[in-house]
């Protein structure tokens, strides 16, 4: 399902990372539903719109969209035409579906996405020189082996390779769209039901593709760079011909469990017992040509070809085992983040704390929409590092949801206050009344205050940048002492620290994990509000 949105925000060439967007969906707590889609879309400011459509009307609608045919079905289909759109109506014969359309946009403010997305561009770039690179590794040889015979025998084993690759890569779920139409195109024909069945599994944990992926890498360097270059050709091609007549029972298995056994064919298998076959064909050509002759066996070419099945086997299962073990080690952290992000978690988990007064002040010192349903309180000290950097989470944060998501910036005095601390806090209140404070823009410029501050944190520096004249008013005095007396109140002892709407954030939860939470946190919170406000009905006795 994910790699099907990834596809469709693609295609709409909307700037996003397919690895981020497809690890958003995957971690979301409502995971496969629509609502996993339309929260990642909300998280990377992606407009959209959804709703339940009878079928027939589908035609009306504007090309591309999403198309979920069955309500409750986690089946997704993207919709690029009206050819795609009748095979949907064809095949699944619903009365309605519920689509989903987005609305390109021109840039991500996701700095996530942007992170995840640079590492893809690279990841093509040294992608592109791997390919070539290897190409050039398996064309070389061509030009070196001098036997139209060898040159033959080198292709097959690249082409053995190749479809080893491909049959790895399924064991460790890549999946390329080609690849999986070659597969399941066609009547009985399913190369996942064969390459997972207990049949497929060799020996342990080595499986047929393993096995395959073994062979043909092992006999890909002998024919590439053993043949061209080393003495004693005929040693090593009676030893290949050797192996390749002990394929001819494993084809005839292979061909007889998928016809008679499974009753379907994997045309991946397929390939690869039309490469053995054909390699059987060539040596026997080779041999009655008298190509191949047994009294010319020595023991060096014999034990070549062993230590290099030696070491390619045991190298390709332990990456294998690796990456499949990082995989597993992914799905496990996404269904963590599943339970973790669910928005009824972590109310549960932060409504054990107890609650603290964050009633704002008069004159708060307010980022975003002060009527938003989820309010932060941080508590902050001016000449602290990490608030600096929570500032800029918590600033992303309320960019990210601005409607949804608002801050209060408490500043900290402890009993061990410098000067410093106090004048910095003194000047920066005394400023922001002064010049911010009601205007219409205000929270713009609060933010843009604080991130100022944070980014040198010196305070002659910050008075270059802001200069203010006169003495400082009472008002201001007033202010900060409410600040002061606010955290002797709640008692805060370090920072930064944060309340969401009165209660500690959870020590389990990050302010980076909010921005996970949302939008059902901020649905949710609004649903309780309301609920408290309600007026009870009286009914008459």
Known sequence: MEQIVSNYLEYLNIPISTTYCEKRIRSHPEYPSLLSIADTL?????????ARVKINDLFELEYPFLLQPAEGNSELVLVKGKGDLEQV????????????????????????????RARESSSKKLKSVLLAAATGLMLLPVFQLGSGILIVLHMLATMGATVGYLLLAKDLGITYEPVEQFCNSGKNTSCDSVLQSEEARIFGDITFSDAVGIYFLSQLVITGYLLPFIQGISSLVLALSVLSALTIPVVGYSLYYQWQKARVWCRLCLAVDSVLIAEVA????????????????????????????????????????????????ERTEEAYHRLKHAPSVFTHLF??????????????????????????????????GPCGLQHQDLTRLIDAFPERVCASIRLFRSSKSSSRMLKANR?????????????????????????????????????????????????TEKLE??????????????????????YPLPNQYRLTDIK????????LLASRKESRNATPSVQKV
């Open 42 to 50: 909300d998280r990377l400011g992606i407009p959209y719109q959804a």
């Open 89 to 116: 109506n064809e095949e699944k014969q619903q009365s309605h579906g519920v689509v989903l359309q987005a609305e390109p946009v021109e840039s991500i403010a996701d700095e996530q996405n942007k992170k995840y």
């Open 282 to 329: 060539l040596f026997g050509y080779i041999y009655f040509n008298n190509g191949i002759l047994f009294n010319e066996i020595t023991l060096v070419p014999v034990l070549l070809i062993f230590f290099i099945f030696g070491a390619v086997g045991p190298s390709l299962v332990l990456i294998k085992n690796r990456l499949q073990d990082a995989g597993a080690l």
């Open 351 to 384: 409504l054990q704390e107890e609650r603290v007064d964050t009633t704002p002040f008069e004159k708060e010192l307010l980022l975003g929409n002060p009527d938003a349903p989820v309010k932060i309180t941080m508590a902050s000290n001016l000449f602290c």
């Open 427 to 475: 000047y920066l209140l005394a400023y922001w009344l002064e010049h911010i404070y009601g205007k219409p823009d205000g929270y713009v410029q609060t933010e843009k205050l604080l991130q100022e501050w944070y980014s040198f944190m010196d305070m002659e520096t910050f008075k270059e940048q802001y200069p203010m004249e006169g003495e400082i008013s009472e008002e």
């Open 481 to 502: 002492a409410e600040h002061y007396k606010w955290k002797e109140k709640v008692q805060i002892s370090r920072t930064p620290t944060f309340f969401v709407n009165g």
């Open 516 to 523: 996970d939470l949302m939008p059902g946190l901020a649905d």
